[in-house]
């Protein structure tokens, strides 16, 4: 995600859709990848906020400048800026990868399928939402009661989500050293279907708070 001017990203796309903030694009998903273990995730339209912009394909996500005209639902987060993949899983180890580029505003991990869509969100395990993101020069694990912070070097350009289900534990790698950036363990779990999840905003504040509506 981008945000703001200082926020910069590379994003890898054709073409660049309307209302589009220019001090504000996306994150490339590359929700998949070139190994044959890892899931090719497409984001729900039906739970993206409606400032949210998905490219066609499913496999990224920006912030536009105005509401786009999509129809209410219980699925669909509001006004949070957050968006889950189609897919859920309730066993299993999956793995995928999400590349943030250079962008300094973000966050990525998974969230129960009861995570709260309206209004205030908790972004930590209390509220079902297991992540790691960054705004700016703050890089943290989304923990509670306050989240736990990375140093600078640590920042990466692409992000493994490795969930497994059975142990309740979520784990982040830095795909292109493969080192590991945070393990959640011990994750209430309890049997639930989780799902991948991402953020993406343009607020001065970490943690963030919501916008008015």
């Known amino acids: 995600w981008k945000s703001h001017r200082a926020?910069?990203?590379?994003?890898?796309?054709?073409?660049?859709?309307?209302?589009?903030?220019?001090?504000?694009?996306?994150?490339?998903?590359?929700?998949?990848?070139?190994?044959?273990?890892?899931?090719?995730?497409?984001?729900?339209?039906?739970?993206?906020?409606?400032?949210?912009?998905?490219?066609?394909?499913?496999?990224?996500?920006?912030?536009?400048a105005t509401q786009q005209h999509r129809p209410d639902s219980t699925k669909r987060f509001d006004p949070w800026p957050c968006v889950l993949g189609c897919e859920g899983f309730d066993s299993g180890r999956p793995c995928w990868e999400v590349e943030v580029g250079s962008g300094s505003c973000w966050a990525v991990g998974v969230a129960l399928e009861s995570?709260?869509?309206?209004?205030?969100?908790?972004?930590n395990p209390v509220g079902g939402i297991w992540a790691v993101g960054q705004y700016k020069e703050k890089f943290q694990a989304l923990t509670s009661p306050t989240p736990t912070p990375f140093l600078p070097s640590m920042v990466p350009r692409r992000v493994r989500v490795c969930l497994n289900h059975a142990e309740g534990q979520v784990t982040f790698v830095n795909a292109d050293n493969e080192a590991t950036i945070f393990t959640f363990l011990q994750a209430t779990f309890s049997g639930k279907r989780i799902y991948p999840w991402?953020?993406?905003?343009?607020?001065?504040r970490w943690p963030p708070v919501p916008p008015s509506r």
Do not use: Y
């Not at 796309?13 to 590359?30: D, L, Q, R, T, V």
């Not at 991402?198 to 001065?204: D, E, G, I, K």
């Open 198 to 204: 991402f953020w993406a905003a343009l607020w001065p």
């Open 115 to 123: 995570v709260r869509r309206k209004g205030p969100i908790d972004m």
């Open 7 to 64: 926020c910069t990203q590379k994003v890898s796309c054709a073409g660049e859709p309307p209302n589009i903030n220019p001090a504000c694009k996306g994150f490339n998903s590359h929700l998949g990848g070139s190994s044959k273990s890892l899931l090719n995730v497409t984001l729900d339209p039906d739970t993206a906020q409606s400032r949210l912009i998905l490219s066609e394909d499913g496999k990224s996500v920006m912030q536009g």
